[in-house]
C-alpha cells in the first residue's frame, strides 16, 4: 500500500516536472519505479519529500488527494466503507493506518463534543506533504460517504506560509499551530451512516488486517495473528512475520522475550490451535494438514502433535477432541 502512495507522490513530481523543465533530470530514477511490493518507509517517503520544493506548491499534497482515493485499495477500502457510520469508518482508517504507511502517526481521540484525528509531526518520517495528502483524504472521507455530509469544525497545521491555500483545498477553517497537527470533527454528526454500510464485510475486513491494528495490543497478540496470516501465504519465517507488523525482526524477537515468550513458540501456538480446528471442522487428511501448518513433512506434524495433546491426530479426530493447549499469555 505504501507502493501506491509512493507512485501518486510520483505521478504529482511528473507532472511537476512538465510544467517546470528543469525537474526533468531530477526525476529520472523515480519514474520508472514500479514497486508494488511493500517497501521501506524511507523509500516510499522520498517522493512526498521533493513534491512541495518540485511543485513550489505548499499544499500540493492536499490538492492531490483523492486522485485516486486510498481507499481503492480492496483491504483498507473495504474495512473503511464498510464500518457503519463515519464514526467507525475514522476509527477504522486511523487504526489500520500502518497498512498504509509503516508509521504510528495517525491517532483518533475525543475531546468534548468533538472527535480529533491527531498527526504526530515529524519532517524526517513522514513530510508535512504526505500529512497534508492524509488529512484531505480524510476531509473527503466525512463529505462524500455518508448519507449526509459532514463538515469539519477546523484542521490545525503545524505549518508557516500558505494557510490560505490550506484552507481553499481543504475547505475549511485552518489555523497554524506550534503543537501537532489535527483535525476536529464534529462528534454528533458522525453517527451518520455510511452509504456502503456492511457490518459482515467489515467484521471479516477488519480481521484480514489484524497484523496492521494500532490499537493499545501487545506485542504477542499482534504477532500472534501475523503469524496467523502468514501461515495463509505458506511464509512462517521471523521475516516474513515482522515485515507485516512493520518492524524489523530483532525487534520483533526483543518484543516477545520482553513478554516472555519466543518466536517459536508463537508458531507452535498458532499451529496447535489450527490444527485442531482443521481436523475437527474438516475432512482434510492429515498430510494435507501438516502441509497447511507449514511442516516439511508429515513425521514433524506428527512428532509435535503427540506433544501437544497426548495422541495422534487421527486418535484426536476419531475422538472428537482432547485436552486443549492453555492459551499463550
Not at 513530481?13 to 514497486?35: F, I, K, N
Not at 472521507?141 to 491555500?165: F, I, K, M, T, W
Not at 519466543?262 to 507452535?268: I, N, R
Not at 485436552?323 to 499463550?328: E, G, Q, R
Amino acid at each position: 500500500m505504501l507502493a501506491f502512495c509512493y507512485l501518486i507522490a510520483n505521478r504529482a513530481l511528473t507532472q511537476s516536472a512538465r510544467e517546470s523543465p528543469a525537474g526533468d533530470s531530477a526525476l529520472v530514477l523515480l519514474s520508472h519505479t514500479p514497486p508494488w511490493q511493500r517497501m521501506s518507509v524511507d523509500r516510499g517517503m522520498t517522493p512526498w519529500r521533493r513534491l512541495a520544493r518540485e511543485s513550489q506548491r505548499p499544499a500540493v499534497g492536499a490538492d492531490i488527494a483523492g486522485h485516486p482515493p486510498l481507499t481503492v485499495d480492496q483491504r483498507f477500502g473495504a474495512t473503511v466503507s464498510s464500518a457503519p457510520n463515519l464514526h467507525g469508518a475514522l476509527y477504522a482508517f486511523c487504526r489500520y493506518f500502518r497498512y498504509v504507511c509503516d508509521v504510528d502517526h495517525l491517532r483518533i481521540e475525543e475531546d468534548g463534543d468533538e472527535t480529533v484525528i491527531v498527526w504526530r509531526d515529524d519532517a524526517d518520517i513522514a513530510p508535512h506533504t504526505f500529512r497534508d495528502f492524509v488529512f484531505s483524504e480524510l476531509c473527503q472521507l466525512v463529505r462524500r460517504h455518508g448519507y449526509v455530509p459532514v463538515q469539519p469544525c477546523s484542521v490545525e497545521l503545524r505549518v508557516v506560509n500558505g494557510v490560505a491555500d490550506y484552507r481553499e483545498k481543504l475547505g475549511c477553517p485552518v489555523q497554524s499551530t506550534r503543537m501537532d497537527s489535527c483535525i476536529r470533527l464534529p462528534t454528533q454528526d458522525l453517527v451518520t451512516p455510511m452509504l456502503s454500510s456492511n457490518p459482515n464485510l467489515h467484521t471479516s475486513a477488519r480481521a484480514r488486517l489484524a497484523p496492521f491494528d494500532v490499537s493499545p495490543v501487545d506485542i504477542t497478540t499482534r504477532a500472534k495473528n501475523a503469524v496467523e496470516l502468514a501461515m495463509d501465504t505458506g511464509d512462517l519465517r521471523i521475516e516474513a512475520v515482522a515485515q507485516l507488523l512493520g518492524m524489523r525482526p530483532r525487534t520483533l524477537q526483543k518484543g516477545l522475550a520482553e513478554m516472555g515468550a519466543s518466536y517459536s513458540e508463537l508458531v507452535a501456538e498458532v499451529r496447535r490451535y489450527r490444527a485442531a480446528d482443521l481436523l475437527l471442522q474438516t475432512d482434510l487428511s492429515v498430510s494435507a494438514i501438516a502441509h497447511h501448518l507449514g511442516y516439511q513433512n508429515p513425521a514433524g506434524f506428527y512428532r509435535s502433535f503427540i506433544t501437544w495433546f497426548g495422541c495422534s491426530p487421527r486418535e484426536f479426530r476419531r475422538q472428537g477432541g482432547c485436552a486443549l493447549p492453555t492459551p499463550l499469555n
